[in-house]
């Protein structure tokens, strides 16, 4: 993991002790589920110090939850690496995300979001008593927006993308192709941040054909940008667009 | 940014709220750390010791003042139980297999079997899986309409947050990054 977490409560009975419990649930998510962490859960079972079976229940919570999106996608989603380790981080996010949020409504707020490397979960409305409004950044030009999203309905938000230097997608059927290179964006708004999260890479490891797959599931709304700056949407997702 | 930031946590020092919650969870450290310790003594214990005999718990300040060896009426002797409070690796499931419902799941059914071998989920198999039923990800075009394109154009609406690709971990190694908290009062 290890990206930048962004809280924004808009009640005004917020603590800093409420947001601080959110950081505190984050960075224990970081410290089960990093592969740059060496003294991390997954790292252990990627060495072989740790079997599957002595796992932590989160932990074995998450693979289950992986080798059921592996199916649903047949096989696009995939947490083994080319190098055969384990990586369930493209879940991890939106199911902590997810997580996080339930914390702050179990906590008693109604208006806030929670943001983790910009995969975003969104309950109420704004300091404006809005929906929230969302910018998609531009793949081409990252100081520019191309699309706003309004979102009013506790829905969550992931974006997949390859345009930051060294990170790449790969279809996990056909590492042998190189990474996906005709679709440089993929946004996915879905009944919450979690599967909009899990379904984000994958679709986006099918290229040009993701934004149907999104099509195809209901509940699940989608944006694509490729390389040449042309953008796909769903049918339901201009519902987003005005406010 | 940390302007507002700093006049807010000021602000919040100045404030009897703050008191209050610095008071609860003194009281709640207090209280959880006497439930620990009694429990540290009680290999296992015969009951949830936080539960009983406690008048006003909530409010009084006082930690609870049973007897650990003594169990109170009402509870058993030699069964374990678990408070809420501590972890879930106190949780056990009983030896056997499971199957869940099958479950819609968008783009078909799900059906898990959840296989627990002393005590500990061991396996989780899944039974049925969309594509089960020959529904592939292979979309023709001739399967759907066509979905709407337009050619990206810069925006200048007013925005609260912005999705999109981040750098990951190479870039912000250590632990989370240092992270904007904003909570507009």
Redesign the interface.
């Known amino acids: 993991?290890?990206?930048?977490?962004?809280?924004?409560?808009?009640d005004?009975y917020?603590?800093?002790?409420a947001?601080d419990a959110v950081?505190d649930y984050?960075?224990s998510v970081?410290e089960r589920f990093?592969?740059?962490k060496d003294t991390s859960e997954i790292t252990r079972i990627n060495k072989g110090l740790l079997t599957r079976?002595e796992a932590?229940?989160?932990m074995?919570s998450i693979?289950?939850l992986c080798?059921?999106t592996k199916?649903?996608?047949?096989g696009?989603f995939d947490i083994r690496k080319p190098d055969g380790s384990l990586d369930p981080s493209g879940l991890v996010k939106g199911w902590a995300i997810f997580h996080a949020a339930d914390l702050l409504d179990r906590l008693g707020f109604q208006n806030f979001?929670v943001?983790a490397?910009?995969?975003?979960q969104?309950r109420g409305h704004?300091?404006e008593d809005k929906p929230?409004?969302?910018?998609?950044?531009?793949?081409f030009?990252?100081t520019?927006?191309?699309?706003?999203?309004y979102l009013g309905q506790n829905e969550g938000?992931?974006?997949?993308?390859?345009?930051?230097r060294?990170?790449h997608i790969y279809n996990p059927k056909a590492v042998q192709q190189g990474p996906i290179t005709d679709i440089v964006?993929l946004?996915v708004i879905g009944s919450n941040v979690y599967e909009a999260d899990r379904f984000a890479t994958p679709a986006f490891a099918?290229g040009k054909?993701g934004?149907?797959?999104i099509?195809?599931?209901?509940?699940?709304e989608g944006y694509q940008?490729d390389k040449h700056?042309?953008?796909?949407?769903?049918?339901g997702?201009?519902k987003y667009i005005s406010s | 940014m940390v302007l507002s930031l700093i006049r807010f946590v000021h602000s919040l020092f100045m404030s009897s709220s703050l008191k209050k919650i610095l008071f609860a969870v003194v009281l709640v450290a207090a209280f959880g750390g006497y439930v620990l310790y009694q429990r540290s003594q009680n290999i296992p214990s015969a009951s949830a010791i936080a539960t009983n005999n406690t008048p006003g718990a909530g409010g009084s300040g006082t930690p609870p003042q049973t007897e650990p060896n003594n169990p109170t009426s009402g509870t058993q002797l030699g069964t374990t139980t678990t408070t809420a409070a501590n972890s879930t690796e106190t949780v056990s499931y009983k030896d056997g297999e499971y199957t869940g419902p099958v479950t819609n799941a968008f783009f078909g059914n799900v059906q898990v079997k959840a296989v627990i071998k002393n005590g500990k989920l061991t396996d989780v198999v899944v039974l049925e899986a969309p594509n089960d039923r020959a529904m592939t990800i292979k979309i023709t075009n001739d399967s759907m309409p066509k979905l709407k394109e337009e050619a990206i154009v810069a925006q200048s609406a007013k925005i609260d947050i912005i999705s999109g690709a981040t750098q990951t971990s190479e870039a912000y190694r250590d632990s989370l990054a240092a992270a904007l908290a904003q909570a507009k009062v």
């Open positions: 993991m290890g990206m930048p977490i962004t809280v924004e409560v808009v005004p917020v603590t800093q002790a947001l950081y984050f960075r970081d990093s592969v740059y079976e932590s229940t989160d074995r693979f289950r080798e059921e199916q649903l996608t047949d696009y979001f943001d490397g910009s995969d975003i969104v704004n300091t929230w409004a969302i910018g998609i950044k531009n793949p030009d990252q520019q927006i191309v699309k706003t999203m938000v992931a974006t997949s993308g390859t345009y930051i060294g990170q964006s946004t099918m054909e934004i149907r797959f099509e195809r599931i209901n509940g699940l940008i700056g042309i953008a796909t949407m769903t049918s997702f201009e």
